[in-house]
């Protein structure tokens, strides 16, 4: 089966940190740690040279960009595409070279002289909020234009506020806007249910991050246990609505 995956670290940490994903999935990250609005907005006016830049970070700077991710869903054409909205309230979105680009660590590390004095296009939360739903209803109209066959799945991910350390003892993650931005999470989680074939979600509560994880201590970066039970839930829901079981 052919995942594609339009979200962050979230998604990809339930695929990536599985075994058995290389026996029953092919996934390709179609976009990655983008917001929605970015990926909305039309290719930058200028070229920018990025013959330089590192494989990884070359593909989310070209995506941010040039929007490749359009051709990116043509060429992969999978089965199904999930989406996260975990980035849209983790990053900043700016206007960059006639366009609206996304303003993560990977943007900062090879554009930052660019983006010195860059600040968010919206700092409103309802303005925001307006915005993220008009381009994520874009977002999913397109692929089902590219992909009429696929199954648009939600993966309905929280932040994440706790994380166990070496020696087992939960801990906080330290982020002041914490609560703010979960928060908003939800909501637009919650929104984003009604434009999508089928949700995956779990008590946030029961989860926590791990100080060991491969790519460290972060809000959105689940211990393993997560992405086992993501991983089975999804296949679940996927058998029920491919081969029945929903009336």
């Not at 989860?207 to 679940?236: C, R, S």
Request: hydrophobic share 40%; charged share 25%.
């Amino acid at each position: 089966m052919k995942i594609g995956i339009i979200g962050s670290e979230a998604t990809r940490g339930i695929f990536i940190f599985n075994s058995i994903e290389t026996a029953l999935y092919n996934t390709e990250i179609i976009s990655y740690q983008t917001t929605s609005i970015s990926n909305a907005s039309p290719p930058v006016e200028k070229d920018v040279d990025l013959t330089s830049l590192p494989t990884w970070d070359r593909k989310i700077v070209e995506n941010n960009l040039y929007k490749v991710w359009v051709q990116r869903l043509k060429n992969f054409s999978p089965s199904v595409v999930i989406f996260d909205f975990v980035s849209d309230v983790m990053y900043s979105s700016i206007n960059y070279k006639g366009s609206t680009i996304t303003k993560n660590p990977i943007i900062l590390k090879n554009l930052k002289k660019d983006l010195i004095d860059q600040a968010p296009v919206l700092v409103s939360e309802e303005v925001f909020f307006s915005s993220w739903l008009s381009a994520t209803e874009q977002l999913i109209k397109a692929t089902r234009e590219i992909c009429p066959e696929a199954l648009i799945v939600l993966h309905s991910a929280q932040l994440l506020n706790t994380y166990i350390d070496k020696e087992g003892i939960p801990r906080k993650v330290r982020s002041d806007d914490y609560a703010t931005k979960n928060l908003l999470l939800k909501r637009m989680n919650i929104e984003a249910e009604a434009l999508v074939d089928v949700v995956i979600k779990s008590d946030p509560l029961k989860f926590h991050g791990h100080e060991l994880h491969p790519w460290g201590i972060g809000v959105a970066k689940y211990e393993t246990k997560y992405n086992t039970h993501m991983l089975g839930l999804f296949a679940n829901k996927v058998l029920e609505r491919k081969f029945g079981g929903i009336e």
